[in-house]
């Protein structure tokens, strides 16, 4: 059975760094590309960044460039999300996702996690 938890949001300061975990289990991070998402109540679910099978980075939004990073460790099947330079439009609840590829589209993600809040205030 394939699961994702998040991990590691919490509340920041503008300019803080935060990362984020998403711990993968019943199966293994060389089969599956894992995307990070994030949602604000009343918006459309945002991809942010996605690592695929072969460890190639797809970035979804450019607001994030330069400032967070996507990484993997198949050792302990475990999937970062670094963020820095974190700005108060970052807030949100940050998902992480498995499947074949890194889709454009959230819709093709068959597993999700719970999400982890990320609030970035003063």
């Known amino acids: 059975q394939v699961q994702l938890v998040e991990s590691g949001g919490e509340l920041v300061q503008p300019g803080g760094s935060l990362r984020l975990s998403c711990a993968a289990s019943?199966?293994?991070?060389?089969?599956?590309?894992i995307a990070w998402f994030r949602q604000v109540p009343g918006k459309e679910r945002e991809g942010v960044l996605c690592?695929?099978?072969?460890?190639?980075?797809?970035y979804y939004t450019d607001s994030v460039k330069g400032r967070f990073t996507i990484s993997k460790d198949n050792a302990k099947n475990m999937v970062y999300l670094q963020m820095n330079s974190l700005e108060p439009e970052d807030s949100a609840r940050y998902y992480c996702?498995?499947?074949?590829?890194?889709?454009?589209?959230?819709?093709?993600?068959?597993?999700w996690g719970q999400g982890t809040q990320v609030t970035v205030s003063a």
């Open positions: 996702a498995a499947d074949a590829r890194c889709y454009s589209d959230y819709d093709h993600f068959g597993s």
């Open positions: 019943g199966f293994t991070l060389d089969h599956y590309a």
């Open positions: 690592i695929s099978r072969s460890d190639r980075t797809t």
